[in-house]
RNA sequence: GGAGGGCUCGCAUAGUGGUCUAGUGCGUUCGCUUGGAAAGCGAAUGUGCCGCAAGGCACCACAGGUUCGAAUCCUGUGCCCUCCGCCA
Protein backbone atom coordinates (compact mmCIF):
# COMPACT_ATOMS: atom_id res chain seq x y z
CA UNK A 1 0.00 0.00 0.00
CA UNK A 2 1.62 3.21 -0.45
CA UNK A 3 1.19 6.26 1.75
CA UNK A 4 -1.90 8.78 0.95
CA UNK A 5 -0.25 11.75 1.78
CA UNK A 6 2.09 10.49 -1.43
CA UNK A 7 -0.49 9.83 -3.39
CA UNK A 8 -2.13 13.05 -2.63
CA UNK A 9 0.83 14.88 -3.64
CA UNK A 10 2.39 12.99 -6.39
CA UNK A 11 -0.84 12.43 -8.54
CA UNK A 12 0.77 12.44 -11.31
CA UNK A 13 3.39 9.95 -10.38
CA UNK A 14 0.53 7.74 -9.09
CA UNK A 15 -1.60 7.68 -12.57
CA UNK A 16 1.75 6.93 -14.18
CA UNK A 17 2.42 4.11 -12.31
CA UNK A 18 -1.04 2.59 -12.60
CA UNK A 19 -0.90 3.21 -16.86
CA UNK A 20 2.29 1.60 -17.10
CA UNK A 21 1.84 -1.03 -14.48
CA UNK A 22 -1.79 -1.62 -16.61
CA UNK A 23 -3.16 -1.98 -13.00
CA UNK A 24 -6.85 -1.65 -12.54
CA UNK A 25 -8.01 2.09 -12.61
CA UNK A 26 -8.59 3.82 -9.38
CA UNK A 27 -10.37 7.59 -9.51
CA UNK A 28 -8.31 9.21 -7.50
CA UNK A 29 -10.68 12.51 -7.07
CA UNK A 30 -12.63 9.96 -5.79
CA UNK A 31 -9.84 8.73 -3.45
CA UNK A 32 -8.57 11.84 -2.21
CA UNK A 33 -12.61 13.13 -1.39
CA UNK A 34 -13.07 9.91 0.97
CA UNK A 35 -10.10 10.50 2.58
CA UNK A 36 -10.32 14.06 2.92
CA UNK A 37 -14.40 13.30 4.41
CA UNK A 38 -13.07 10.30 6.74
CA UNK A 39 -10.43 12.95 8.16
CA UNK A 40 -13.57 15.57 8.63
CA UNK A 41 -15.15 12.70 10.22
CA UNK A 42 -12.49 11.85 12.39
CA UNK A 43 -12.14 15.27 13.51
CA UNK A 44 -15.68 15.53 14.29
CA UNK A 45 -15.85 11.89 16.40
CA UNK A 46 -12.74 13.60 18.48
CA UNK A 47 -14.94 16.45 19.14
CA UNK A 48 -17.77 14.24 20.01
CA UNK A 49 -15.37 12.26 22.50
CA UNK A 50 -14.30 15.61 24.04
CA UNK A 51 -17.43 16.60 25.16
CA UNK A 52 -18.76 12.90 26.25
CA UNK A 53 -15.72 12.47 28.16
CA UNK A 54 -16.57 16.61 29.88
CA UNK A 55 -20.42 15.18 29.72
CA UNK A 56 -19.44 11.90 31.71
CA UNK A 57 -16.98 13.62 34.19
CA UNK A 58 -20.32 15.90 34.88
CA UNK A 59 -22.55 12.90 35.36
CA UNK A 60 -24.45 14.44 33.01
CA UNK A 61 -26.75 12.16 31.95
CA UNK A 62 -29.11 13.23 29.66
CA UNK A 63 -26.18 15.32 27.66
CA UNK A 64 -24.34 11.84 27.59
CA UNK A 65 -27.09 10.26 26.02
CA UNK A 66 -28.10 12.94 23.40
CA UNK A 67 -24.06 12.91 22.62
CA UNK A 68 -23.59 9.10 22.49
CA UNK A 69 -26.49 8.73 19.48
CA UNK A 70 -24.91 11.00 17.57
CA UNK A 71 -21.03 9.10 18.21
CA UNK A 72 -23.09 6.00 16.90
CA UNK A 73 -24.18 7.87 13.76
CA UNK A 74 -20.88 9.42 12.94
CA UNK A 75 -18.99 6.22 14.15
CA UNK A 76 -21.02 3.79 10.62
CA UNK A 77 -20.51 6.75 8.69
CA UNK A 78 -16.62 6.71 9.51
CA UNK A 79 -16.63 2.38 9.51
CA UNK A 80 -17.89 2.61 5.29
CA UNK A 81 -15.69 5.37 4.45
CA UNK A 82 -12.66 3.65 6.11
CA UNK A 83 -13.47 0.47 3.76
CA UNK A 84 -14.47 2.07 1.30
CA UNK A 85 -10.66 3.92 1.34
CA UNK A 86 -8.52 0.84 2.42
CA UNK A 87 -10.69 -0.63 -0.93
CA UNK A 88 -9.35 1.99 -2.86
CA UNK A 89 -5.86 2.54 -1.48
CA UNK A 90 -4.92 -1.50 -1.81
CA UNK A 91 -5.68 -1.12 -5.44
CA UNK A 92 -3.05 1.06 -6.06
CA UNK A 93 0.25 -0.63 -7.43
CA UNK A 94 3.94 0.68 -5.95
CA UNK A 95 5.78 3.17 -7.93
CA UNK A 96 8.26 1.59 -10.42
CA UNK A 97 11.78 2.91 -9.62
CA UNK A 98 13.76 5.25 -12.16
CA UNK A 99 15.58 2.55 -13.68
CA UNK A 100 13.21 0.53 -14.25
CA UNK A 101 11.94 0.56 -18.37
CA UNK A 102 8.44 1.70 -19.36
CA UNK A 103 7.39 -0.96 -21.69
CA UNK A 104 3.88 -3.07 -22.72
CA UNK A 105 4.84 -6.74 -21.53
CA UNK A 106 8.22 -8.63 -21.16
CA UNK A 107 8.99 -7.52 -24.38
CA UNK A 108 10.15 -4.44 -22.80
CA UNK A 109 11.96 -5.98 -20.40
CA UNK A 110 15.95 -5.33 -20.87
CA UNK A 111 19.09 -7.50 -20.39
CA UNK A 112 21.21 -6.15 -17.96
CA UNK A 113 24.18 -8.54 -18.32
CA UNK A 114 24.56 -12.12 -19.65
CA UNK A 115 27.13 -14.63 -18.00
CA UNK A 116 28.91 -17.69 -18.69
CA UNK A 117 29.03 -19.57 -22.21
CA UNK A 118 26.43 -21.58 -23.31
CA UNK A 119 27.45 -24.98 -24.00
CA UNK A 120 27.67 -26.54 -27.58
CA UNK A 121 26.91 -29.96 -28.40
CA UNK A 122 27.87 -31.79 -30.71
CA UNK A 123 24.53 -34.27 -30.53
CA UNK A 124 21.29 -32.68 -30.33
CA UNK A 125 20.57 -31.41 -26.82
CA UNK A 126 17.93 -33.02 -25.26
CA UNK A 127 14.75 -31.70 -22.96
CA UNK A 128 15.03 -32.33 -19.20
CA UNK A 129 12.12 -34.40 -19.59
CA UNK A 130 13.61 -36.91 -22.37
CA UNK A 131 16.82 -37.15 -19.42
CA UNK A 132 14.64 -37.83 -16.81
CA UNK A 133 12.72 -40.45 -17.67
CA UNK A 134 15.57 -41.94 -19.93
CA UNK A 135 17.57 -42.22 -16.21
CA UNK A 136 14.47 -42.50 -14.00
CA UNK A 137 14.94 -39.32 -12.77
CA UNK A 138 11.05 -37.71 -13.03
CA UNK A 139 7.73 -39.73 -13.14
CA UNK A 140 5.24 -37.59 -13.87
CA UNK A 141 2.94 -40.02 -15.19
CA UNK A 142 2.87 -42.27 -11.92
CA UNK A 143 2.39 -38.93 -10.29
CA UNK A 144 -0.45 -37.96 -12.47
CA UNK A 145 -2.36 -41.07 -11.20
CA UNK A 146 -2.01 -40.63 -7.99
CA UNK A 147 -2.01 -37.02 -7.28
CA UNK A 148 -2.90 -35.40 -11.14
CA UNK A 149 -1.01 -33.31 -13.49
CA UNK A 150 1.46 -31.19 -12.53
CA UNK A 151 2.86 -33.46 -9.78
CA UNK A 152 5.79 -35.37 -10.13
CA UNK A 153 7.99 -37.96 -8.26
CA UNK A 154 11.64 -36.79 -8.35
CA UNK A 155 13.86 -39.77 -7.93
CA UNK A 156 17.34 -40.95 -7.20
CA UNK A 157 19.97 -38.79 -8.09
CA UNK A 158 17.49 -35.65 -8.84
CA UNK A 159 16.17 -36.13 -5.61
CA UNK A 160 19.50 -36.16 -3.60
CA UNK A 161 20.91 -33.55 -5.60
CA UNK A 162 17.67 -31.20 -4.36
CA UNK A 163 19.34 -31.90 -1.02
CA UNK A 164 22.95 -30.48 -2.81
CA UNK A 165 21.80 -27.70 -3.63
CA UNK A 166 19.80 -26.25 -0.73
CA UNK A 167 22.72 -27.58 1.45
CA UNK A 168 25.33 -25.92 -1.09
CA UNK A 169 23.25 -22.30 -0.95
CA UNK A 170 22.48 -22.88 2.37
CA UNK A 171 26.44 -22.70 3.40
CA UNK A 172 27.01 -19.65 1.50
CA UNK A 173 24.60 -17.76 2.99
CA UNK A 174 25.63 -18.19 6.56
CA UNK A 175 28.90 -18.16 6.06
CA UNK A 176 30.27 -14.48 6.44
CA UNK A 177 33.43 -14.48 4.79
CA UNK A 178 31.38 -15.59 1.89
CA UNK A 179 29.04 -13.15 1.39
CA UNK A 180 32.10 -10.83 2.48
CA UNK A 181 33.54 -11.52 -0.73
CA UNK A 182 30.25 -11.31 -2.79
CA UNK A 183 29.79 -7.96 -1.45
CA UNK A 184 33.19 -6.31 -2.30
CA UNK A 185 33.44 -7.62 -5.84
CA UNK A 186 30.07 -5.77 -6.48
CA UNK A 187 31.62 -2.72 -5.19
CA UNK A 188 28.78 -2.53 -2.72
CA UNK A 189 28.71 -0.69 0.59
CA UNK A 190 26.57 -2.73 2.27
CA UNK A 191 26.30 -5.38 5.38
CA UNK A 192 27.35 -8.80 5.02
CA UNK A 193 25.28 -9.56 7.84
CA UNK A 194 24.62 -13.54 7.07
CA UNK A 195 21.26 -14.81 6.39
CA UNK A 196 19.37 -16.56 9.76
CA UNK A 197 17.85 -19.99 7.88
CA UNK A 198 13.88 -20.58 8.80
CA UNK A 199 11.85 -23.28 7.66
CA UNK A 200 8.40 -21.33 7.61
CA UNK A 201 5.08 -22.65 7.78
CA UNK A 202 3.32 -23.52 4.47
CA UNK A 203 -0.28 -22.04 5.29
CA UNK A 204 -1.14 -18.48 6.34
CA UNK A 205 -4.09 -16.69 7.05
CA UNK A 206 -6.33 -15.00 4.55
CA UNK A 207 -6.06 -11.61 6.25
CA UNK A 208 -2.25 -11.69 6.45
CA UNK A 209 -1.73 -12.80 2.75
CA UNK A 210 -3.99 -9.31 1.88
CA UNK A 211 -1.42 -7.77 4.12
CA UNK A 212 1.30 -8.70 2.25
CA UNK A 213 -0.61 -7.87 -1.20
CA UNK A 214 -0.41 -11.73 -2.06
CA UNK A 215 -4.02 -12.72 -1.99
CA UNK A 216 -5.05 -12.07 -5.51
CA UNK A 217 -5.31 -13.71 -7.85
CA UNK A 218 -7.37 -15.95 -5.16
CA UNK A 219 -7.65 -18.41 -8.00
CA UNK A 220 -3.98 -19.04 -7.76
CA UNK A 221 -4.33 -20.15 -4.35
CA UNK A 222 -4.93 -23.15 -2.52
CA UNK A 223 -7.03 -23.11 0.20
CA UNK A 224 -8.21 -25.07 2.80
CA UNK A 225 -12.16 -24.46 3.84
CA UNK A 226 -12.10 -26.15 7.26
CA UNK A 227 -9.59 -23.43 8.71
CA UNK A 228 -10.00 -21.00 6.46
CA UNK A 229 -6.24 -20.64 5.25
CA UNK A 230 -4.18 -20.85 2.06
CA UNK A 231 -1.57 -22.79 1.53
CA UNK A 232 1.95 -20.41 0.40
CA UNK A 233 2.82 -20.08 -3.03
CA UNK A 234 6.30 -19.04 -1.61
CA UNK A 235 8.03 -19.02 1.31
CA UNK A 236 7.85 -15.07 0.91
CA UNK A 237 4.06 -15.34 2.11
CA UNK A 238 4.81 -16.81 5.74
CA UNK A 239 8.34 -14.87 5.81
CA UNK A 240 7.42 -11.44 4.71
CA UNK A 241 5.16 -11.38 7.72
CA UNK A 242 7.17 -12.42 10.23
CA UNK A 243 7.74 -9.00 12.06
CA UNK A 244 4.05 -7.74 11.09
CA UNK A 245 2.90 -4.56 14.14
CA UNK A 246 6.56 -4.82 15.24
CA UNK A 247 8.79 -1.88 15.64
CA UNK A 248 12.48 -2.97 15.23
CA UNK A 249 15.44 -1.16 17.04
CA UNK A 250 17.26 0.35 13.36
CA UNK A 251 20.90 -1.40 14.80
CA UNK A 252 19.53 -4.61 13.97
CA UNK A 253 19.00 -3.56 10.55
CA UNK A 254 19.41 -5.25 8.29
CA UNK A 255 17.17 -9.14 9.13
CA UNK A 256 17.98 -11.46 6.56
CA UNK A 257 16.26 -14.71 6.47
CA UNK A 258 16.96 -17.54 4.24
CA UNK A 259 13.29 -20.07 4.17
CA UNK A 260 13.13 -22.80 2.93
CA UNK A 261 9.55 -24.33 2.04
CA UNK A 262 7.61 -26.05 -0.47
CA UNK A 263 5.60 -23.62 -2.93
CA UNK A 264 2.11 -24.32 -3.86
CA UNK A 265 0.75 -23.08 -6.84
CA UNK A 266 -2.73 -23.96 -8.95
CA UNK A 267 -1.11 -22.51 -12.20
CA UNK A 268 -5.06 -21.03 -13.06
CA UNK A 269 -4.97 -19.56 -16.37
CA UNK A 270 -1.23 -21.18 -17.52
CA UNK A 271 -3.27 -23.92 -19.03
CA UNK A 272 -1.04 -26.38 -21.53
CA UNK A 273 2.09 -24.16 -20.72
CA UNK A 274 4.69 -26.29 -20.06
CA UNK A 275 2.80 -29.54 -19.14
CA UNK A 276 5.80 -31.79 -20.19
CA UNK A 277 8.13 -32.06 -17.49
CA UNK A 278 9.09 -30.08 -14.03
CA UNK A 279 9.32 -26.16 -15.10
CA UNK A 280 5.42 -25.77 -14.10
CA UNK A 281 4.25 -27.63 -10.94
CA UNK A 282 1.78 -27.73 -8.66
CA UNK A 283 4.46 -28.31 -5.93
CA UNK A 284 7.90 -27.26 -5.72
CA UNK A 285 10.77 -26.16 -3.22
CA UNK A 286 12.50 -23.31 -2.97
CA UNK A 287 14.99 -21.41 -1.12
CA UNK A 288 14.13 -17.91 -0.33
CA UNK A 289 15.85 -14.78 0.41
CA UNK A 290 13.89 -11.75 2.53
CA UNK A 291 15.09 -9.15 4.23
CA UNK A 292 14.10 -6.24 5.88
CA UNK A 293 16.46 -3.08 5.49
CA UNK A 294 16.62 1.05 6.34
CA UNK A 295 15.13 2.44 3.51
CA UNK A 296 18.20 4.13 2.32
CA UNK A 297 19.98 1.00 2.12
CA UNK A 298 17.81 -0.83 0.33
CA UNK A 299 18.66 -0.64 -4.07
CA UNK A 300 21.81 -1.85 -2.31
CA UNK A 301 20.19 -4.70 -0.92
CA UNK A 302 18.37 -5.97 -3.97
CA UNK A 303 21.70 -5.29 -5.64
CA UNK A 304 23.10 -7.83 -3.05
CA UNK A 305 20.54 -10.08 -3.51
CA UNK A 306 21.09 -10.31 -7.26
CA UNK A 307 24.98 -10.62 -6.74
CA UNK A 308 24.46 -13.59 -4.01
CA UNK A 309 21.82 -15.38 -7.23
CA UNK A 310 24.89 -15.07 -9.61
CA UNK A 311 27.09 -15.92 -7.25
CA UNK A 312 25.12 -19.86 -7.13
CA UNK A 313 24.92 -19.54 -10.46
CA UNK A 314 27.92 -19.55 -11.58
CA UNK A 315 29.10 -21.86 -9.31
CA UNK A 316 26.80 -23.84 -10.73
CA UNK A 317 28.31 -23.34 -13.70
CA UNK A 318 25.07 -22.56 -15.45
CA UNK A 319 24.70 -19.26 -18.10
CA UNK A 320 22.55 -16.64 -17.34
CA UNK A 321 21.36 -13.75 -17.72
CA UNK A 322 20.17 -10.95 -15.50
CA UNK A 323 17.22 -8.89 -16.78
CA UNK A 324 15.55 -5.92 -15.79
CA UNK A 325 11.44 -5.96 -15.48
CA UNK A 326 9.73 -3.07 -17.22
CA UNK A 327 6.62 -1.82 -16.21
CA UNK A 328 4.14 -4.08 -17.82
CA UNK A 329 5.93 -7.12 -16.82
CA UNK A 330 6.56 -6.44 -13.16
CA UNK A 331 4.44 -7.43 -9.91
CA UNK A 332 2.25 -5.24 -8.48
CA UNK A 333 4.03 -4.36 -5.60
CA UNK A 334 7.24 -4.03 -7.27
CA UNK A 335 9.37 -0.98 -7.00
CA UNK A 336 12.22 -2.57 -8.82
CA UNK A 337 12.22 -6.17 -10.43
CA UNK A 338 15.04 -8.07 -11.41
CA UNK A 339 15.24 -12.00 -12.99
CA UNK A 340 17.72 -14.37 -13.51
CA UNK A 341 16.95 -16.40 -16.78
CA UNK A 342 18.98 -19.31 -16.81
CA UNK A 343 20.01 -21.06 -20.34
CA UNK A 344 18.32 -24.51 -20.99
CA UNK A 345 19.54 -25.82 -24.00
CA UNK A 346 17.14 -28.56 -24.32
CA UNK A 347 14.42 -25.55 -24.48
CA UNK A 348 17.20 -23.15 -26.50
CA UNK A 349 16.04 -20.54 -24.61
CA UNK A 350 16.37 -18.49 -21.57
CA UNK A 351 13.96 -19.35 -18.91
CA UNK A 352 13.24 -18.03 -15.66
CA UNK A 353 14.62 -19.54 -12.37
CA UNK A 354 15.30 -16.59 -9.68
CA UNK A 355 13.57 -12.82 -9.53
CA UNK A 356 14.38 -10.20 -7.11
CA UNK A 357 12.03 -8.25 -5.99
CA UNK A 358 12.43 -4.73 -4.21
CA UNK A 359 8.95 -3.90 -2.30
CA UNK A 360 10.17 -0.24 -0.92
CA UNK A 361 7.25 0.15 1.92
CA UNK A 362 4.50 -1.01 0.15
CA UNK A 363 4.27 -4.37 2.21
CA UNK A 364 5.17 -3.20 5.42
CA UNK A 365 3.27 -0.29 5.54
CA UNK A 366 0.09 -2.25 5.65
CA UNK A 367 2.41 -5.27 7.79
CA UNK A 368 2.71 -2.79 10.20
CA UNK A 369 6.63 -3.12 10.34
CA UNK A 370 8.67 -0.39 10.93
CA UNK A 371 12.14 0.54 12.53
CA UNK A 372 13.05 3.39 15.05
CA UNK A 373 16.09 4.72 15.08
CA UNK A 374 16.99 6.66 18.31
CA UNK A 375 15.68 10.07 18.79
CA UNK A 376 13.34 9.47 15.81
CA UNK A 377 10.42 8.48 14.80
CA UNK A 378 9.42 4.65 13.44
CA UNK A 379 8.91 4.35 9.80
CA UNK A 380 8.50 1.73 7.82
CA UNK A 381 11.17 -0.94 7.01
CA UNK A 382 11.90 -1.59 3.17
CA UNK A 383 11.57 -5.21 1.75
CA UNK A 384 12.86 -7.39 -0.08
CA UNK A 385 12.30 -10.65 -1.23
CA UNK A 386 14.17 -12.86 -4.03
CA UNK A 387 14.51 -16.87 -4.40
CA UNK A 388 17.91 -18.10 -4.08
CA UNK A 389 17.59 -21.74 -5.30
CA UNK A 390 14.06 -22.59 -7.27
CA UNK A 391 14.99 -26.63 -7.19
CA UNK A 392 12.72 -27.80 -9.72
CA UNK A 393 13.91 -24.90 -12.14
CA UNK A 394 17.63 -25.09 -10.98
CA UNK A 395 17.57 -28.84 -11.80
CA UNK A 396 15.90 -28.62 -14.94
CA UNK A 397 19.05 -25.94 -15.99
CA UNK A 398 21.62 -28.82 -14.86
CA UNK A 399 19.94 -31.70 -16.69
CA UNK A 400 20.18 -29.50 -19.97
CA UNK A 401 23.35 -28.12 -19.55
CA UNK A 402 25.32 -30.65 -18.47
CA UNK A 403 24.05 -33.60 -20.63
CA UNK A 404 26.89 -35.75 -22.27
CA UNK A 405 26.50 -37.53 -25.23
CA UNK A 406 25.84 -40.80 -23.74
CA UNK A 407 22.88 -39.59 -22.25
CA UNK A 408 24.33 -39.49 -18.57
CA UNK A 409 24.50 -35.89 -16.65
CA UNK A 410 27.73 -34.04 -15.37
CA UNK A 411 26.89 -32.90 -11.64
CA UNK A 412 28.19 -29.61 -10.73
CA UNK A 413 31.18 -29.91 -9.03
CA UNK A 414 30.30 -28.09 -6.28
CA UNK A 415 27.54 -30.25 -5.88
CA UNK A 416 29.68 -33.25 -5.72
CA UNK A 417 31.00 -33.56 -2.47
CA UNK A 418 27.02 -33.22 -1.46
CA UNK A 419 26.68 -36.29 -3.29
CA UNK A 420 29.30 -38.72 -3.74
CA UNK A 421 29.49 -39.07 -7.36
CA UNK A 422 30.46 -36.97 -10.02
CA UNK A 423 28.14 -38.21 -12.84
CA UNK A 424 23.91 -39.06 -13.22
CA UNK A 425 24.34 -42.04 -15.27
CA UNK A 426 21.76 -44.72 -16.41
CA UNK A 427 21.50 -47.76 -13.99
C1' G B 1 -10.35 -32.91 21.29
C1' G B 2 -11.50 -32.13 27.04
C1' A B 3 -10.71 -29.25 31.86
C1' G B 4 -8.63 -25.02 34.13
C1' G B 5 -5.61 -20.39 34.42
C1' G B 6 -3.92 -16.06 31.99
C1' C B 7 -3.06 -11.66 28.31
C1' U B 8 -2.15 -4.00 31.67
C1' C B 9 2.97 1.69 29.18
C1' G B 10 10.72 -2.07 27.20
C1' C B 11 10.53 -5.95 31.59
C1' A B 12 7.98 -7.18 36.32
C1' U B 13 3.61 -5.97 38.57
C1' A B 14 -0.87 -2.83 40.99
C1' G B 15 -5.50 -1.87 39.52
C1' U B 16 -13.10 -5.50 39.97
C1' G B 17 -17.54 0.87 37.22
C1' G B 18 -16.03 7.67 37.91
C1' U B 19 -10.33 9.29 42.67
C1' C B 20 -6.90 5.63 35.97
C1' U B 21 -5.36 12.06 31.49
C1' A B 22 -3.20 3.73 34.33
C1' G B 23 0.17 3.59 40.14
C1' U B 24 4.83 1.22 41.74
C1' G B 25 9.62 -1.30 41.00
C1' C B 26 13.39 -2.39 37.40
C1' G B 27 15.57 -0.68 32.97
C1' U B 28 16.78 3.62 29.90
C1' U B 29 17.84 9.03 29.27
C1' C B 30 18.91 13.80 31.39
C1' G B 31 20.12 16.79 35.63
C1' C B 32 21.93 17.58 40.79
C1' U B 33 25.91 15.72 43.76
C1' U B 34 31.50 14.08 43.08
C1' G B 35 38.45 14.80 41.89
C1' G B 36 35.99 10.67 39.16
C1' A B 37 32.44 6.97 39.92
C1' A B 38 28.79 4.25 42.73
C1' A B 39 24.92 5.19 45.87
C1' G B 40 21.41 8.93 46.77
C1' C B 41 18.04 12.79 45.11
C1' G B 42 15.02 15.04 41.09
C1' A B 43 12.88 14.84 36.27
C1' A B 44 11.69 12.51 31.80
C1' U B 45 10.49 7.93 29.43
C1' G B 46 4.85 4.20 24.32
C1' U B 47 2.04 4.25 19.56
C1' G B 48 -1.33 6.28 15.93
C1' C B 49 -4.44 10.28 14.05
C1' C B 50 -5.82 15.72 13.62
C1' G B 51 -3.29 20.51 14.37
C1' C B 52 1.59 25.93 12.66
C1' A B 53 0.97 25.55 17.79
C1' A B 54 -1.55 25.17 22.26
C1' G B 55 -4.01 21.12 22.59
C1' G B 56 -7.47 17.20 21.48
C1' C B 57 -8.90 12.10 20.33
C1' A B 58 -7.92 6.83 20.28
C1' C B 59 -5.26 2.49 22.15
C1' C B 60 -4.91 -1.91 29.02
C1' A B 61 -4.63 -9.08 23.33
C1' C B 62 -8.54 -8.18 19.31
C1' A B 63 -13.76 -7.35 17.92
C1' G B 64 -18.62 -6.35 19.52
C1' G B 65 -22.07 -5.06 23.61
C1' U B 66 -24.08 -2.86 28.45
C1' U B 67 -23.56 2.21 30.76
C1' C B 68 -24.04 9.30 31.25
C1' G B 69 -19.13 6.89 32.22
C1' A B 70 -15.40 0.44 31.08
C1' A B 71 -8.51 -1.74 32.07
C1' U B 72 -12.64 -3.12 35.40
C1' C B 73 -19.19 -5.92 33.69
C1' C B 74 -21.24 -9.19 29.34
C1' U B 75 -20.47 -11.94 24.48
C1' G B 76 -17.30 -13.72 20.67
C1' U B 77 -12.35 -14.47 18.66
C1' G B 78 -7.02 -14.97 18.93
C1' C B 79 -2.72 -16.17 21.51
C1' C B 80 0.04 -18.11 25.85
C1' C B 81 0.44 -21.47 30.15
C1' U B 82 -0.94 -26.07 33.16
C1' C B 83 -3.20 -30.88 33.26
C1' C B 84 -5.71 -35.00 30.48
C1' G B 85 -6.35 -37.54 25.73
C1' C B 86 -4.23 -38.46 20.83
C1' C B 87 0.18 -38.30 17.87
C1' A B 88 5.14 -37.58 13.89
Redesign the pocket.
Known amino acids: MLD ?2 FVKENRGIVEEAIKNKHSKEVNLDELLAVYEER ?1 EL ?2 K ?3 L ?2 K ?14 A ?2 KE ?2 TVEAKL ?1 DLDKKFMSLMILLPNIPSADTPVGPDESGNKVVRQVGEKPSFAFKPKEHWELGVELDLIDNERAANVSGPRFTYLKGDLALMQFALIQFALEILVNEDTLTKIKNDSGLNISPKPFVPIIPPVFVKPAVMNRMARLEPREERYHTEADDLYLVGSAEHTLGPIHMDE ?1 IPAEKLPIRYAGYSTAFRREAGAASKDTRGIIRMHQFDKLELESFCLPEHSYQEQDFFVAIQEYIMKSLGLPYQVVLICTGDMGGPDHRQFDIETWMPGQNKYRETQTSDLMTSYQSRRLNT ?1 F ?1 KKDE ?3 FVHMNDATAIAVGRTLVAIMENNQQADGSIKIPEVLQKYMGKSVIAKQ
Open positions: IKKRNLDENQRNIAAQNRAVDEGVLKVVVVRKKPD
